[in-house]
């Protein structure tokens, strides 16, 4: 994975919160609290990005609960922060491989399309068993490959057609790059998670028009940073070629097309 896949800064998190939330993470937000309902103590969200997950937490556990929601990229925390005003939930940066935690902290530990993102998963895993008490859950998702995610795999697709000499790779390379499930199971079970289950999850991805996942894509994800690389003056240009190639394969009006995650849970 190159480090320009983990950098969400600038304009990205605001972008990506506005676009790609509703488009794609808040579906999952909802089912993922819903895994948790009655659940008590003290709740840590790794990768917690703009509070997508966050937010579905507070409004679905007990006001007793206390959540501690963090993010590598302070922006992402900070554009989270702003959106939500609770007092059970504390906003702190951490690197989910070294986490700023004692052990045996956690009753259950929740991570949404971040996993992908780890630089070394097994160690990522160690870490999330390390801070959850003896029998605490693990609950986190990552995205199915990008063939069974039909509107990232037309906007990749497009993305990379306009620059064939070097072709951008972030969507299959990281969002999409973590899908085997054997290797899942495995790195978890190398990590000493037991109980292991995973359950596929297809939903739908709903958009008023092409224009709103083009640029949620193009520009409020590291795939923004890779155009930039290879010529930052055609950003607009790619969206609006991504947006076109979105048109063409939905034809007129609303976009709604298939989305497809792993939703994966771990007992300590």
Excluded at 43 to 67: K, N
Aim: aromatic letters at 8%.
């Amino acid at each position: 994975m190159a480090d320009v896949d983990k950098a969400f800064a600038g304009a990205i998190p605001a972008l990506y919160d506005r676009y790609l939330g509703p488009l794609l993470f808040e579906p999952y937000a909802g089912d993922m609290a819903r895994r948790l309902v009655g659940m008590e103590g003290r709740i840590l969200e790794t990768a917690a990005g703009t509070g997508i997950v966050t937010r579905a937490l507070v409004q679905t556990l007990p006001a007793s609960v206390e959540l501690v929601a963090t993010d590598l990229n302070q922006p992402m925390l900070d554009h989270a922060a702003q959106k939500l005003d609770a007092s059970q939930v504390i906003w702190r940066q951490a690197n989910a491989l070294s986490l700023p935690f004692e052990s045996d902290g956690f009753d259950a530990l929740v991570c949404q399309f971040g996993v992908m993102f780890f630089p070394d998963k097994p160690a990522g895993f160690a870490e999330a068993r390390r801070v959850l008490k003896p029998g605490g859950r693990f609950l986190f998702s990552v995205w199915d490959r990008i063939e069974d995610n039909e509107i990232a795999a037309v906007v990749s697709a497009a993305v990379a057609a306009a620059f064939p000499d070097d072709p951008l790779g972030f969507m299959a390379r990281t969002p999409h790059g973590y899908h085997d499930t054997g290797r899942v199971r495995d790195d978890l079970q190398k990590a000493g998670f037991t109980d292991i289950a995973i359950e596929t999850v297809t939903l739908r991805s709903r958009a008023a028009t092409a224009a709103d996942p083009a640029t949620g894509f193009c520009q409020g994800t590291p795939m923004r940073l890779e155009i930039e690389a290879r010529d930052a003056s055609r950003l607009d240009e790619v969206t609006d070629l991504a947006a076109q190639a979105i048109a063409r394969h939905f034809a007129d009006g609303p976009i709604d097309g298939k989305i497809q995650a792993h939703v994966i849970t771990a007992v300590a």
